[in-house]
């Protein structure tokens, strides 16, 4: 796929996050303006993520007979949260202990701006009332957030999360780290036998393209990494799972979307290695233990 071709996949705000990014003098510098923040805040309703988990645990349900998480005065950690806070509000109204990541990108300063409370945590906790009952008003929605969150503006690998949790979560994170074993490394560290876990990982390109796999299997890993930076990272599930296991994490392989409908090159490199399961495998989910 060509550069071109690539940006005409994109937004005109996602292009100009890039184009902004790119400059060596942005290169370190705030991830997020309020402005860019904002925007993905009305792009983004909070109960989205509600509606992620109910869809991800109900899969689970489904095919391995997952007990649904119980938050309640649970210490819940997620890699890589995201500008917005991920999960923690989720949780949190739903009477976690404490909810704590590790998000480079992370910034309580622009989170805390009334403009995220007014379009983003309002409407969420409405959302959240309707779901999960009455447990707080918005006032104390927005107290319990400042209390009992903590978003370390690292990587998950440097953060001071001490251990055991009891839960962990990850939202099309996984597939973004580098190098993934040093973060499995990580979590076998923070987890014990009882901590409960789901990853959703997309494997997909991450474009609006017809076939999530456009360009990805055109030459070895290496080729898309020179072109595209350090993105995805390009592990495929059958990666994943055995990483896990390598870690002593008893993870269960769920796939959620497989997409084979794919014409497009593909590389012997990723023929040797993978058979169709592992090549279009959309999106998949590493969970466990199936009860409390
Ligand atoms: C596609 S975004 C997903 C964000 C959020 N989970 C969501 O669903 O909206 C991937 C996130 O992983 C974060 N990330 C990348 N490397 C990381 C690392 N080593 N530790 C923690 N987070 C990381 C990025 O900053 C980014 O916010």
């Not at 994170?173 to 789901?198: G, M």
């Not at 994490?249 to 012997?268: E, F, Q």
């Amino acid at each position: 796929m060509s550069q071109l071709r690539f940006l005409s996949y994109l937004s005109l705000p996602e292009i100009q996050r890039i184009v902004r990014r790119r400059l060596p003098v942005l290169r370190n510098g705030p991830a997020w303006t309020t402005g860019e923040l904002a925007a993905f805040a009305r792009q983004i309703p909070g109960i989205h993520f509600a509606e992620l988990l109910l869809r991800q645990e109900a899969i689970l349900h489904r095919t391995v007979n997952w007990e649904a998480l119980n938050f309640e005065d649970k210490r819940v950690v997620e890699i890589g949260c995201g500008p917005l806070a991920g999960y923690g509000p989720l949780v949190i109204f739903c009477g976690a202990a404490s909810f704590e990541s590790a998000e480079p990108e992370w910034s309580w300063d622009l989170f805390d701006r009334e403009v995220i409370s007014a379009q983003y945590l309002r409407v969420m906790h409405a959302d959240l009332v309707a779901l999960y009952g009455d447990r707080m008003s918005f006032s104390e929605f927005t107290r319990a957030l400042k209390e009992r969150m903590t978003i370390h503006e690292t990587s998950f690998e440097s953060a001071p999360i001490k251990n055991p949790v009891d839960v962990v979560l990850s939202q099309s994170c996984l597939e973004h780290v580098f190098p993934i074993e040093n973060i499995i490394a990580r979590l076998a560290k923070i987890q014990n036998a009882a901590t409960r876990f789901v990853h959703l990982v997309d494997f997909g390109n991450h474009y609006p393209t017809v076939s999530p796999f456009e360009g990805l299997y055109d030459g070895p890993p290496e080729h898309y990494l020179a072109r595209r930076g350090q993105a995805i990272n390009l592990n495929r599930a059958p990666d994943l799972i055995k990483l896990f296991h390598a870690h002593g994490i008893s993870a269960i392989y769920v796939p959620t979307r497989v997409n084979d409908a794919y014409s497009g090159l593909i590389h012997p490199w990723w023929r040797e290695r993978y058979d169709n399961g592992g090549l279009f495998t959309h999106l998949a989910l590493f969970a466990g233990p199936t009860t409390p």
